[in-house]
């Protein structure tokens, strides 16, 4: 049985506890489910550098791509806050590599307690329209 987004939310909500961000005190988590339906999960991870922080999304999809998976179908953003979190623009990008042409990026707030009217999805357009890709190589 497929999570419901809720469920996946819930996911990266767990997965957020995990965050190492000792420069902005800023924990995100992110949960992803790829085409075949596994889920996987990610936390940001700072650096002293900062420059050399990832994003929890990025860590996510990083795992996923690692254990041989390849499109991504779902991904759930959380931070702390009351609004949603929205996926930066490195993220985008990143996502869209491996978004499959029907992506929905769950943007959710910190707890259930703001309301779900609270919760974004958002397509692979809504990302990042008239964005780079693989076939501008071809051409
Ligand atoms: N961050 C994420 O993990 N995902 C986002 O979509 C936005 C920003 C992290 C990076 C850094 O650790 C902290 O949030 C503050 O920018």
């Known amino acids: 049985m497929a999570l419901t987004n809720?469920?996946?939310v819930a996911?990266?909500?767990?997965?957020?506890?995990?965050?190492?961000?000792?420069y902005s005190n800023?924990?995100?988590?992110?949960?992803?489910?790829?085409?075949?339906?596994?889920?996987?999960?990610?936390?940001?991870?700072?650096?002293a550098t900062y420059g050399a922080t990832v994003c929890a999304e990025r860590v996510a999809i990083q795992n996923a791509i690692a254990n041989g998976a390849r499109k991504i179908k779902r991904i759930?953003?959380?931070?702390?806050?009351?609004?949603?979190?929205?996926p930066c623009g490195i993220c985008r990008q990143v996502i869209a590599e491996f978004a499959t042409d029907d992506l929905s990026c769950i943007c959710a707030p910190g707890s259930d307690?703001?309301?779900?009217?609270?919760?974004?999805?958002l397509s692979l357009n809504d990302l990042l329209p008239n964005r780079f890709d693989a076939d501008a190589l071809d051409q």
Not at 26 to 46: H, K, L, R, S, Y
Not at 76 to 86: F, Y
Request: hydrophobic share 35%; net charge negative.
């Open 6 to 8: 809720q469920e996946l």
């Open 11 to 22: 996911k990266a909500r767990v997965a957020r506890e995990k965050a190492y961000v000792p």
């Open 26 to 47: 800023f924990p995100v988590g992110a949960a992803i489910e790829t085409e075949d339906g596994q889920i996987f999960t990610g936390c940001n991870i700072e650096n």
């Open 76 to 86: 759930a953003v959380v931070c702390t806050n009351t609004k949603p979190c929205m």
């Open 113 to 121: 307690l703001a309301g779900s009217d609270q919760v974004r999805q």
